[in-house]
């Protein structure tokens, strides 16, 4: 069984989340609330505008009586018995005829439906039995604690990480060192997002031996940048007394992108005719920012010691992706209750999140396990270590191959770890 994942929706055995699908209903039910809303105080004024009519029509009517003489009380009495169910029959038959109050209760029969429509559809695409998915699998509570502590930090979330670092109990050295890690990080990160180069030059100059450890190309990538800026501001000679001073110490790692770099001097007072303008594009230089904040970030986690991207992220991810294939499984009743490595199952996720080599017995088709590892022939092939105690007959501990005729012996087969 395999797990795909697409810009409609994640799918997986025959189980598929449509995103698009919720997006439209979402924004259904928004556009047809909008509507219903104008159209709903569109009727209310109207009603209120009647009533305020009626009203006035009484409201004359009783400053008549209160000027009339006691010769006319008996005929202004008669008159005012008259206006009065003349006018509450006037307004009453105005909003029947008018059905605004039948028409309010239709819009709002019109607004369930979607909302009707959209918890059926939430319904279908998302389940509440997660946990019938899961395994019985022990986590090192302590690991776990300091993974969420990590994540939080690392993503500028240091309120509350002082909050669950206080509640888990963790050393408070441990946590300020993991803290002080990431908050200078996020200084850097932010001056990098205001068009800042100076503090992740200077963080470079301090880190240069460990940045030349792993290959970097961050210093040069953040002079070539401040070079290319002062070229683009028409101040030549500032760029040139620049690269004089800076760039010297990289004529032997990046020669091409200094050639290249240096012909822009050629043009600096036209460089919107020269072969180099696309480099002073203003996409071309949103890029390179975009690539000095991502290569800063990989770099600064690698001298830390720590992966780039969260590993709670990843996990997160990589199990909401498998979570379709996994639910389809557990509405297998044959299944039920299995709860150990003897049932694997293929579920493709992107490369970046393969970190491990996974061996698939190429007989039996099946996913090694602690219990079922690789094991090496004499002849080189490799297979699964069931399938291959399944070629021994009786207590001979002599077989062959199944890919080649060479006699094989059991005490020649060695295990294999990826």
Known sequence: MEESVSNNGISG????????????????????????????????DTIISSLKQCKQVLSLSSNNDNNNDDQMIVETTQTTNDIIPKAISKLNQSL???KLCTKLVSEHKELHAP??????????????DIEKSTKDIGF???????????????????????????????????????KDCFIDHHKILESIEQFNL?????????????????????????????????????????????????LE?????????????????????????????????????????????????????????????????ITITVGIK??????????FSVLKGVNDDSLTVEINVDEKYKFHSVFACPVSREQSTSQNPPVMLFCGHLLCKNSMQRLLKGSSNRFKCPYCPAEQNLSNVKTVYF
């Open 96 to 98: 029947i005829d008018s």
């Open 13 to 44: 055995g025959g189980n598929k989340v449509e995103f698009d699908q919720l997006d439209d209903g979402l924004t259904r039910i928004i556009k047809k609330q909008k509507t219903c809303l104008s159209k709903a105080i569109s009727d209310i």
């Open 322 to 331: 498998s979570l379709p294939t996994l639910l389809k499984l557990s509405s």
């Open 198 to 246: 100076r503090p992740v030059i200077e963080w470079c100059r301090l880190h240069r031996e460990g940045l030349s450890s792993i290959d970097s190309s961050l210093e040069f990538k953040l002079h070539r940048l401040h070079i290319i800026q002062l070229l683009k501001n028409q101040k030549s000679d500032d760029a040139l007394q620049y690269a004089r001073d800076y």
């Open 249 to 313: 110490e990289f004529s032997t790692t990046h020669m091409k992108d200094l050639q290249q770099l240096m012909g822009t001097f050629l043009f600096a007072k036209r460089l919107d005719q020269s072969p180099y303008k696309d480099i002073f594009e203003q996409q071309s230089i949103d890029d390179q920012w975009f690539e000095i904040r991502n290569t800063f970030s990989r770099d600064n986690c690698s001298l830390m010691g720590l992966p780039q991207e969260s590993p709670l992220s």
């Open 115 to 128: 909302i009707s429509k959209f918890g059926k559809l939430v319904d279908k695409n998302f389940r509440n």
């Open 140 to 178: 090192d509570t302590k690991i776990l604690n300091k993974v969420i502590l990590n994540h939080l930090y690392r993503v500028g979330k240091f309120e509350i990480g002082d909050i669950f670092a206080n509640e888990i109990g963790i050393d408070k050295k441990v946590a300020m060192s993991i």
